[in-house]
């Protein structure tokens, strides 16, 4: 798994816990669905940090929080 797919699964992965949908994540981060729905359908595979924390605020946790999750360890090398 690389990096851009890890932002994809952790975002599912906390819309799930918290049974939101894309377009309500996009609503409450300020974060335009378009934007969110690449990062989920892997057109864009490098969200920025900005967006992140954007969408961090809009789920009520830290950066940090969103990180710490097995999906973020032994990622795949980006440089090839």
């Known amino acids: 798994m690389n990096v851009g797919e890890a932002v994809k699964a952790r975002i599912l992965q906390l ?3 918290r049974n939101l949908f894309i377009n ?3 609503n409450m981060s300020g974060v335009t ?6 990062i989920i359908s892997g057109r864009n595979r490098s969200a ?5 924390q954007k969408l961090c605020d809009g ?4 950066i940090e929080e969103f990180f710490h999750s097995e ?3 032994n ?3 980006e440089l090839k």
């Open 59 to 62: 789920l009520g946790i830290t």
């Open 71 to 73: 999906l973020f360890r």
């Open 75 to 77: 990622l795949e090398q």
């Open 15 to 17: 819309c799930q816990e």
């Open 33 to 38: 669905q378009s934007t969110v729905n690449n």
């Open 48 to 52: 920025t940090v900005s967006t992140i």
């Open 24 to 26: 309500k994540l996009s």
